[in-house]
């Protein structure tokens, strides 16, 4: 009996071995309009891929497997877009820069709807329901914090700045928006314990929460300085998963409230390792966990080193592979029917560019 129990758990230790990692396919690539800026927000979907530039109120909708401009798509906005959500060309979900207003533009009717608008007064209601948004509230996205829109359920992130308190703030917004209601749920992304040890040191991240969404309509958190991921059902349940990369040995530093300059922030995020994004990956059931390493001595971008922890269903570890010094970033991912995309860095030939790579067994 006892022979057996411990061929079962050297079996059960071999099962939970890494076993996957990452092959180069091919470089995708996307032409951009007249030479306009590299796409600042971007989407994917099973065949098309579709861009937003730097300081645009304009849309390119891209064929996914020759990267050619199939669509244009004028926003009748003032101000330029900062994120989206395609449904399709009647349904555009988006927010400008500088805005608290979700809108929605339908093409067909030509007609702009306002979905959720954080007026003065929306705010203090929130605020009097124990909802903190600190010194101010701006609606944010990217890839891996993207708008999630689940009507009439809306996610979206929060800035929250460092030297705010941040007990009590909401880094993910959970708007439930009805006909004639809004409420806004409080139970979901909040910031865990160990981000509140004492009230003289903060992590300097002005970069709250990253998430995605699975095919069970699971948020799934991930903190910058947190080895844990944090999966929320609809009705905000929570479970905890602990998920640690082996390239972070020791959680970030804090740092004194008190040397919260500018200079100090640049050289204490360059030296720290942190989790910067999750993505779930729809076509292979898993998840990618991205991991941003560190150099001290290397200036402001440190985006090019980075590892990606490749998680099954149940967000156990089947692999994690490093990127050391490479073309691309840790930012922008998307995963496609072949695939997970990497952007490259812009190299200003007018042409967004990304890395296929697929998942193989070790």
Partial sequence: MKRFTIIFLFSLLASCKPTVSFDFVKEVVFTRENGTNDYFYCQCSDSLFIGNPYHSKTIYIHDLSSGKILNQLKIPVDQDIRCFHYDSDSSIYFFPFYSTKLLRYNKVRNKMDTIIDLSINTLSTLKRNGIDFGQSVEFIAGPASPLIIKPPHYYISNTINPQ??????????????????MITDNSIGRFPDNYYEDEKTIFPFNIAITYTINS???????????????????????????CKSKHIKKLPDRIAVSEMDNEHLIQKRNSMKTYLGIIFDPYRNCYYRFVRLSDAEKGHDMLNSFSIMILDNGFNIIGEQMFKNTPYICIGAHVIPDGLMLKKTDDFSGNTKYGLFKIKEK
């Fill in 164 to 181: 705010d308190d941040r007990n009590g703030q909401i880094p993910l917004l959970h708007f439930i928006v009805n006909k004639d209601s």
């Fill in 216 to 242: 069970r309509d699971q948020i799934v958190v991930s903190h910058l300085a947190d080895h844990n991921l944090y999966i929320y059902d609809l009705d905000g349940t929570e479970t905890i998963k602990r």
